[in-house]
């Protein structure tokens, strides 16, 4: 087992390497830069000034060099400067991290829960009016841009409530600040929580159709313990490969759902980094998205590791 | 007619997804008969109209007519969804076809390839892709196709590899036929089932990211309506005064993704032949 | 003589398919004694699969429905029973072995754990006791180191291993009849006589009835007392085992004697197929394949008759 998580590990790391590489060039796929935008707004062209500035900001390299440094800077931490504040990208980045953290922690749980659920209900009952009632209810989740969904929570609020949940990131205590994330986290978790449940759903089916279901029935067990005991337990083993995937559909939900709310986070810290072009912080942003994401897949394949009993004790 | 009847009678969500997307299809067809406005113009007295009236669905803060402009934006959706799904599926399905059939170290290569390019959302990319190309109705469907290829190439690959060892692969080449031929004649066609209904799936998830992107306000640009430029375009300021405006693009994205999803499930369950009872 | 164990009358089952209805089980009567071995031998899709499965009731519903007859266990009506009496008959008064020990045994689960199961369900075991049995079982039905093994899961035995586990699982509260459905089937040559002499001897020990459901005659001759051959969903033969290879009546029969390999002697294969079960023609289904079929044959309803004592066929012209 030791040799395969190993294995995973370099993988893992190969890949954030790879995710660099195409980052990078992805950025600079089109000429123009900073400056450019700088010079739009201004109104005018001025090119010893543009040189200049270039050539501070290190635009003036070939692009090997100028993603070498990139590269060896975070490997020691530095991870460089924003082009519009001038600041310490990491100074910019990390203070926005932990409100990002707990409206994706809030979702997934959320999700997690009733996709997860819903999905052995739907299944257990497969065919029944429940089962095509929340078939058809997942389906509509998968279908409703999340930011929508925010748009209509807040219209909600506004129209019922007459109040907009604003976010203040200095809240006076953990739950209060829990409870202003609530409505966002249900808005990006309601999408999840779908996609969780459908698959859940399959994974349930796919296991119910098995010969041991068969044989624990040849046994005279219950339809509970066949449902629970036996089947469930199979089926689990895919839904926690489930919520490695859904850490990928979460982050695309986080940021527009982040804008739609106007909290401060890192996802909606990359679209205005975008927006000004800020290539430190977007690199950096994107680097991390996908280290998040890698690192929850690799997270995922230990745990089934140690889950499986024909992983863990190697066939 | 009978086929159609029983199409109807077995799988009815797919049914009402068929005529979702055939609504869709054709309203974005006959656009410029269907809108009783052009929906690019304005008129300032009819700023923020109430639905209603010579305003179907009322109009925005520049005047214009937001049925009209959901009427055209079903041509800009179904223009980037179909053309992004297309792109992306035909990279996919070329490389992923080359991947598979011919291992090695481009399979190697691509396999890997493929392991980075999913590891980050779909719109994480899109976006990035989006921001560097510049705003563009060419440019949004390229920015949504590549990171459409990954899957595609995927399921793909996976399905070759199959398809590959299988014994009718096998007498092809007993009969002396080239390997590119064996390709296309006979290992493609069998990889189109799994393919239908990824792409319809695909579909959906285009129109999607490009009503995320231009809401975001990095997809779509002035002066084609979208309908995720209308939602950002009144987000917040008139969610208390001029609900309409938030309430019917949003539907028009939400039904027609759903037609594509109750669409892409009946082909599934159609195609999948373990599935069948 | 004793009254019969188990007495089955009629039974039919049938699936309801979108090709159409699918007439499994045809009208199967037979009966079991206590401690007798039956073995239902037939070509695959003759229906003697579903026919076990509907002795308990497993079939799939739908699309498979049990749709007449009747099944007698000693004195209680099986097909009456709701599904918590009938839940409780299940691995303790009727058992069964499945074709497929890898595909048939919890991969998650300890093997230990799965043969326990019945025991706590059925017999109210704590669960350190029923470890304790199943350790006990699974050194009766000859697995070496069975303290080690039933801290194990599937995937880490072998074939063979798996199959003995799955009969200690099926005989741990000693039902009085077992159902083993093709039990040798996915196992390698050498191991199949090894698992046959095991389970008749077990059955012999505990004084367990048996029905064989096999494809294999050398099987048949092995194992069992009287045979029923079937052919799309009815019976066509039925005797003793030494009568019937002795004497097979039906062409049916006698074709699956012929398949046989016997020495240097040349097979020879029944032409034809099975035929579709949801389209059967008129008369008797095996008319299309047989040697001596006549316009007769395939016109009326073949009677099933005691051709001669103790030995029953439908055909015209035996």
Same mark, same amino acid.
């Given at each position: 087992m030791s040799g395969y998580l190993i294995r995973r590990f370099f993988l893992m790391l190969v890949t954030l390497f790879g995710?660099? $590489?195409?980052?990078? $060039?992805?950025?600079?796929? =089109?000429?123009?830069?900073?400056?450019?935008?700088?010079?739009?707004?201004?109104?005018? $062209?001025?090119?010893?000034?543009?040189?200049?500035?270039?050539?501070?900001?290190?635009?003036?390299?070939?692009?090997?060099?100028?993603?070498?440094?990139?590269?060896?800077?975070?490997?020691?931490?530095? @991870?460089?400067?924003?082009?519009?504040?001038?600041k310490p990208a990491l100074q910019e980045i990390a203070p926005r991290i932990p =409100?990002?953290?707990? @409206?994706?922690?809030?979702?997934? =749980?959320?999700?997690?829960?009733?996709?997860?659920?819903?999905?052995? $209900?739907?299944?257990?009952r497969q065919d029944t009016t429940l089962d095509y009632v929340l078939r058809v209810v997942s389906l509509s989740g998968l279908s409703l841009p999340s930011f929508w969904l925010g748009l209509l929570i807040l219209m909600a609020c506004v129209q019922w409530f007459g109040w907009i949940p604003i976010y203040r990131s200095t809240p006076e205590s953990f739950w209060r600040e829990l409870g202003l994330l609530a409505l966002p986290a249900a808005a990006v978790g309601f999408r999840s929580s779908a996609l969780v449940m459908r698959l859940t759903r399959s994974s349930m089916l796919e296991v119910l159709r098995q010969d041991y279901v068969r044989t624990a029935r040849a046994k005279g067990a219950s339809e509970r313990a066949v449902?629970?005991?036996?089947?469930?337990?199979?089926?689990?083993?895919?839904?926690?490969?489930? =919520?490695?995937?859904?850490?990928?559909f979460l982050i695309g939900g986080l940021i527009v759902t982040e804008t739609v709310f106007n909290i401060p986070g890192v996802a909606r810290f990359l679209v205005e980094a975008i927006r000004w072009r800020d290539y430190p912080i977007v690199q950096n942003l994107v680097m991390f998205i996908a280290l998040v994401v890698v690192l929850v897949n690799f997270i995922v394949d230990m745990l089934y590791a140690v889950l499986d009993p024909r992983i863990k004790f190697g066939a | 007619m009978q086929e159609a009847l029983y199409f109807v009678r077995r799988y009815p969500l797919g049914a009402i997804g068929a005529v979702i997307m055939a609504l869709f299809v054709l309203t974005a067809l006959f656009a410029g008969t269907i809108a009783p406005f052009d929906p690019t113009a304005t008129d300032a007295p009819a700023s923020l109209a109430r639905p209603g009236g010579v305003h179907l669905l009322g109009a925005d803060f520049m005047g214009r007519d937001v049925f009209s402009r959901i009427v055209h934006g079903a041509r800009i959706s179904?223009?980037?969804?179909?053309?992004?799904?297309?792109?992306?599926?035909?990279?996919?399905?070329?490389?992923?076809?080359?991947?598979?059939?011919?291992?090695?170290?481009?399979?190697?290569?691509?396999?890997?390839?493929?392991?980075?390019?999913?590891?980050?959302?779909?719109?994480?990319?899109?976006?990035?892709?989006?921001?560097?190309?510049?705003?563009?109705?060419?440019?949004?469907?390229?920015?949504?196709?590549?990171?459409?290829?990954?899957? !595609?190439?995927?399921?793909?690959?996976?399905?070759?590899?199959?398809?590959?060892?299988?014994?009718? !692969?096998?007498?092809?080449?007993?009969?002396?036929?080239?390997?590119?031929?064996?390709?296309?004649?006979?290992?493609?066609?069998?990889?189109?089932?799994?393919?239908?209904?990824?792409?319809?799936?695909?579909?959906?998830?285009?129109?999607?990211?490009?009503?995320?992107?231009?809401?975001?306000?990095?997809?779509?640009?002035?002066?084609?309506?979208?309908?995720?430029?209308?939602?950002?375009?009144?987000?917040?300021?008139y969610v208390r005064t001029a609900p309409w405006l938030v309430i019917y693009p949003g539907i028009a994205i939400s039904l027609v993704v759903f037609g594509t999803n109750l669409l892409g499930d009946a082909l599934r369950d159609i195609l999948d032949p373990r599935l069948r009872r | 003589m004793s009254p019969p164990?188990?007495?089955?009358?009629?039974?039919?089952?049938?699936?309801?398919?979108?090709?159409?209805?699918?007439?499994?089980?045809?009208?199967?009567?037979?009966?079991?004694? *206590?401690?007798?071995?039956?073995?239902?031998?037939?070509?695959?899709?003759?229906?003697? %699969?579903?026919?076990?499965?509907?002795?308990?009731?497993?079939?799939?519903?739908?699309?498979?429905?049990?749709?007449g007859g009747s099944v007698r266990l000693e004195d209680t009506e099986l097909l009456a029973l709701d599904e918590t009496a009938m839940r409780r008959v299940r691995g303790k008064l009727v058992s069964m072995i499945f074709q497929e020990p890898m595909t048939s045994?919890? /991969?998650?689960?300890?093997?230990?754990?799965?043969?326990?199961?019945?025991?706590?369900?059925?017999?109210?075991? %704590?669960?350190?006791?029923?470890?304790? *049995?199943?350790?006990?079982?699974?050194?009766?039905?000859?697995?070496?180191?069975?303290?080690?093994?039933?801290?194990?899961?599937?995937?880490?035995?072998?074939?063979?291993?798996?199959?003995?586990?799955?009969?200690?699982?099926?005989l741990a509260c000693? /039902?009085?009849?077992?159902?083993?459905?093709?039990?040798?089937?996915?196992?390698?040559?050498?191991?199949?006589?090894?698992?046959?002499?095991?389970?008749?001897?077990?059955?012999?020990?505990?004084?367990?009835?048996?029905?064989?459901?096999?494809?294999?005659?050398?099987?048949?001759?092995?194992?069992?007392?009287?045979?029923?051959?079937?052919?799309?969903?009815?019976?066509?033969?039925?005797? %003793?085992?030494?009568?019937?290879?002795?004497?097979?009546?039906? /062409?049916?029969?006698?074709?699956?004697?012929?398949?046989?390999? *016997?020495?240097?002697?040349?097979?020879?294969?029944?032409?034809?197929?099975? /035929?579709?079960?949801?389209?059967?023609?008129?008369?008797?289904?095996?008319?299309p394949r047989c040697p001596q079929a006549s316009a007769k044959c395939r016109a009326m309803e073949i009677p099933y008759e005691e051709k001669q004592p103790g030995h029953w066929a439908a055909c015209l012209y035996v």
């Open positions: 995710i660099s $590489v195409v980052i990078f $060039v992805m950025l600079r796929l =089109v000429p123009g830069n900073i400056t450019d935008i700088i010079f739009d707004s201004a109104g005018f $062209v001025n090119p010893k000034q543009k040189q200049r500035i270039e050539r501070e900001l290190g635009l003036d390299q070939p692009i090997v060099t100028q993603y070498a440094r990139w590269i060896g800077g975070l490997a020691r931490g530095d @991870l460089g400067y924003a082009y519009v504040s001038e =409100v990002s953290a707990k @409206l994706a922690g809030l979702a997934l =749980v959320f999700s997690t829960l009733f996709g997860v659920t819903l999905g052995v $209900v739907s299944a257990v449902n629970y005991r036996h089947a469930l337990a199979n089926a689990l083993l895919p839904v926690v490969t489930i =919520v490695g995937i859904e850490a990928a | 179904l223009a980037v969804g179909l053309c992004a799904t297309a792109l992306g599926c035909l990279i996919g399905v070329t490389i992923g076809l080359a991947s598979g059939y011919l291992g090695g170290t481009f399979d190697l290569l691509v396999q890997r390839l493929i392991d980075v390019l999913q590891s980050l959302p779909l719109l994480v990319m899109a976006l990035v892709m989006a921001a560097s190309l510049g705003p563009s109705l060419t440019n949004t469907i390229v920015a949504i196709a590549i990171p459409l290829v990954p899957n !595609v190439a995927r399921i793909i690959r996976s399905n070759t590899l199959t398809l590959r060892e299988m014994p009718f !692969v096998e007498a092809a080449r007993a009969v002396g036929m080239s390997e590119a031929r064996i390709a296309l004649r006979h290992v493609l066609p069998n990889t189109l089932a799994p393919l239908i209904v990824l792409a319809t799936a695909q579909v959906g998830s285009a129109i999607l990211v490009e009503s995320a992107l231009s809401f975001l306000g990095l997809g779509i640009p002035e002066p084609h309506p979208s309908w995720g430029r209308m939602l950002s375009e009144s987000a917040a300021e | 164990l188990l007495v089955v009358e009629n039974l039919q089952t049938r699936f309801y398919t979108r090709a159409g209805v699918v007439k499994a089980v045809d009208g199967v009567s037979f009966t079991l004694g *206590r401690s007798e071995t039956l073995a239902i031998v037939g070509e695959s899709g003759c229906g003697k %699969s579903v026919t076990a499965l509907s002795l308990m009731r497993l079939v799939a519903d739908p699309p498979g429905r049990i749709v045994l919890n /991969p998650v689960m300890t093997i230990g754990r799965q043969i326990g199961e019945s025991l706590v369900l059925h017999e109210g075991l %704590s669960r350190r006791a029923a470890l304790a *049995r199943s350790v006990e079982l699974l050194q009766i039905v000859g697995i070496s180191e069975p303290a080690q093994r039933a801290r194990e899961y599937p995937h880490q035995l072998s074939g063979g291993m798996r199959q003995r586990a799955m009969i200690a699982m099926a000693r /039902p009085r009849v077992l159902i083993a459905d093709e039990p040798t089937s996915a196992l390698d040559v050498t191991i199949q006589a090894q698992i046959l002499e095991l389970i008749g001897r077990l059955q012999r020990e505990l004084g367990t009835a048996m029905i064989m459901i096999t494809h294999d005659l050398g099987v048949v001759a092995e194992t069992a007392e009287r045979v029923i051959v079937m052919y799309a969903g009815r019976k066509v033969e039925e005797a %003793s085992v030494g009568e019937l290879f002795a004497r097979p009546l039906h /062409p049916y029969t006698r074709g699956l004697m012929k398949s046989i390999p *016997r020495g240097a002697a040349r097979l020879q294969e029944i032409p034809g197929m099975v /035929p579709a079960l949801s389209n059967l023609p008129p008369g008797c289904a095996f008319a």
